[in-house]
């Protein structure tokens, strides 16, 4: 039993959820700069590893 239990399209929302949350970053009024900043950089981060993952995922495996 092979089954993935998350997906492309699972890994691509996620990706769009942390794209969410650094455009939205500037309404958590309460959050220092820097904690915005870091937030922004790490975000974007995971959300660029998460759009490569998820592209690897629909790639044909190599022998």
Known sequence: MNEQILG???????????RAVVWAKDDLLQVSDETLTDLESSLSTAEA???????EMREPRSA
């Open 8 to 18: 492309a399209n699972d890994i691509e929302y996620i990706a769009d959820m942390l």
């Open 49 to 55: 590893a998460l759009r490569r993952a998820a592209m």
